[in-house]
């Protein structure tokens, strides 16, 4: 009985990978992409919603770095969305990955309770040159 709670302790606390795709847009800036010694204007703009998901924020992934990158929200330059500049040469952007979480918006029902479903949507975003 003491391994049953257990196992349905380990399903109640664990997070679940939704599949999915959300429509993250990327440019340079100026239409100036980097070189090894000349920077270029990274611009990624992600939904800040997206169907009942809230978006969490966009991670720089390099080796063992793991780098949260802070956004810019302007609703009237814009609306619904949430921006990363990010200047970087190239010998800085390769090998680097950068990728966005979104978590469930929880569910009030009709008697006030609030509930969530266990679920992370992580996505990475692919930037070309």
């Not at 800040?48 to 966009?58: A, D, F, H, Q």
Request: proline residues 5%.
């Amino acid at each position: 009985m003491k391994y049953f709670v257990f196992f349905l302790f380990s399903i109640s606390v664990s997070a679940f990978s939704c599949e999915m795709e959300i429509s993250i847009e990327t440019e340079w800036q100026y239409g100036k992409k980097p070189t090894a010694s000349d920077v270029g204007y990274l611009l990624i703009k992600a939904p800040i919603k997206y169907n009942g998901w809230s978006l969490g924020g966009l991670q720089l992934n390099k080796g063992d770095i793991r780098l949260p990158i802070k956004e810019y929200l302007s609703e009237k330059e814009f609306p619904g969305l949430a921006v990363y500049d990010i200047a970087v040469t190239t010998a800085f952007i390769e090998g680097a990955k950068f990728s966005v979480h979104y978590t469930p918006d929880p569910v009030v029902d009709e008697k006030g309770v609030v509930s969530g479903m266990l679920c992370l949507h992580v996505q990475d975003v692919t930037i070309e040159f």
